[in-house]
Each structure stands twice: as structure tokens, then as C-alpha cells.
């Protein structure tokens, strides 16, 4: 089973921040990494497919990037909305699994 | 416009079986694989395994294998995800969600059905 650790666990940044969450994978998974974002009581939402194309309808200062083992998801121009937990997620090898998730808190 | 419906929360005993549904409409739900996800009270999310309802290939994660059966009714684009002897531990939000490809990110997903399992 292919293991996803996400760096950091948790995170406290202001609005108008870059910011930027590492995807590793145990062995290489080509570009079959994607990443969701979850906000408390609602479920989980796609923003980036296929480890740097962006989800319809998510804005553009959501981006990711990377391919085999390491994986990046980069938020430019944190805003208050941004408040969630974000997962990466691998499809390369069954049984698929998730990262364990970034918490970022806004302050 | 596309969504998956899933059934309403359960409250149920240790040993008690269960089925829950998640229901899809605005595609064609046999051209889309639908996968599981439990999510354990303030944890993260874990794969459970997929379904593809146009033939129920299956496929399940080791750790999930034996415990649960995923399956679909294309005749009513539901699919489902059972137990047949419910432990405490099964206690978690359950979600639904679809994929075009067996590899594609899963791009829509359903509102989450809550289980719990107390005694």
C-alpha cells in the first residue's frame, strides 16, 4: 500500500499568504495525485486533478504541482474562506489511500 | 445539474447490519465509477474501496475487505455500502463520491451519511 505523508499537519497564516503544503509519496506514482479541500461539517471538495490541473470552477489562486514521489499544493494569495483541511490522494496503485491532511488555520 | 443523494443518518446497535445508499442523477451513473470514504469522529479520510456500475467490478482496500460490501443497482443509479454485524467502531461519517477513470480525482461527491453504532 502506497503511503501519502503530508507536511505540515498544521498550519496558522494570515490572509493575503502564500502558502504551500507537501504531498510524499512512498514509492512513484506518476501524476495520479489529486487534492481536495474539506471544510468542517461539509464533505470533501476536488480542487486540483492529476497532481497540477485545477478543478472546474476553482479559483486560480489554488495551483499543484510535482509528479512521481513529491507533490505540492500552493495557495497564493491566502483568503479568509481558505480556513479547511486539504488532502492529497493517490490513484496510482490499489488500494488508492489519502494523505492524513494539513489543517490550516486562518488567523 | 449533477448529485449524488445519500440516505439519512443511522443510530444502531452493536451487531445490528445496515445499508446505506448513495444515490446519483444528472449523468450517466454507469460510465462512472463510485467510490466510499469513512471519516471516524475528528479523523481523516480513508479509502474504503470503489465500484463501477456498469459491470460491479469491485475493487476494496485490505483493511476494509471482509467488513463491507460496496455494491449497485444501475436499474436506479444507487449504490451501496452494507455491513452485516455492526461494531462501535464503524461510528463514522460515510461519504460517496464519483470518478470518470479508475485513476481520475473524484469530482463530486455526496453529503455524507453519519452512522452511529452505540449500545
Known amino acids: 500500500e502506497i503511503v501519502l505523508t503530508q507536511s505540515p499537519d498544521f498550519q496558522s497564516v494570515t490572509p493575503k499568504e502564500k502558502v504551500t503544503i507537501t504531498c510524499r509519496a512512498s514509492?512513484?506514482?506518476?501524476?495520479?495525485l489529486h487534492w481536495y479541500q474539506q471544510k468542517p461539517d461539509q464533505s470533501p471538495k476536488l480542487l486540483i486533478k492529476?497532481?497540477?490541473q485545477s478543478f472546474s470552477g476553482v479559483p486560480s489562486r489554488f495551483s499543484g504541482s510535482g509528479s512521481g514521489t513529491q507533490f505540492t499544493l500552493t495557495i497564493s494569495g491566502l483568503e479568509a474562506e481558505d480556513g479547511a483541511t486539504y488532502y492529497c490522494h493517490q490513484s496510482s496503485s490499489l488500494p488508492f489511500t489519502f494523505g492524513q491532511g494539513t489543517k490550516l488555520e486562518i488567523k | 445539474e449533477v448529485q449524488l443523494v445519500q440516505s439519512g443518518a443511522e443510530v444502531k446497535e452493536p451487531g445490528d447490519s445496515l445499508r446505506i445508499s448513495c444515490k446519483g442523477s444528472?449523468?450517466?451513473?454507469?460510465?462512472?465509477?463510485i467510490g466510499w470514504v469513512r471519516q471516524m469522529p475528528g479523523k481523516g479520510l480513508e479509502w474504503m474501496g470503489i465500484?463501477?456500475?456498469?459491470?460491479?467490478?469491485?475493487r476494496y482496500s485490505p483493511s476494509f475487505q471482509g467488513q463491507v460490501t460496496i455494491s449497485a443497482d444501475k436499474s436506479i443509479s444507487t449504490a451501496y455500502l452494507q455491513w452485516s454485524s455492526l461494531k462501535a467502531s464503524d461510528t463514522a461519517m460515510y461519504y460517496c463520491?464519483?470518478?470518470?477513470?479508475?485513476?481520475?480525482?473524484?469530482?463530486?461527491w455526496g453529503q455524507g451519511t453519519l452512522v452511529t453504532v452505540s449500545s
Open positions: 492529476d497532481a497540477s
Open positions: 514509492q512513484s506514482i506518476g501524476s495520479n
Open positions: 465500484i463501477f456500475p456498469g459491470d460491479s467490478d469491485t
Open positions: 463520491a464519483r470518478h470518470d477513470g479508475l485513476t481520475s480525482g473524484w469530482d463530486w
Open positions: 444528472g449523468y450517466s451513473f454507469t460510465t462512472y465509477w
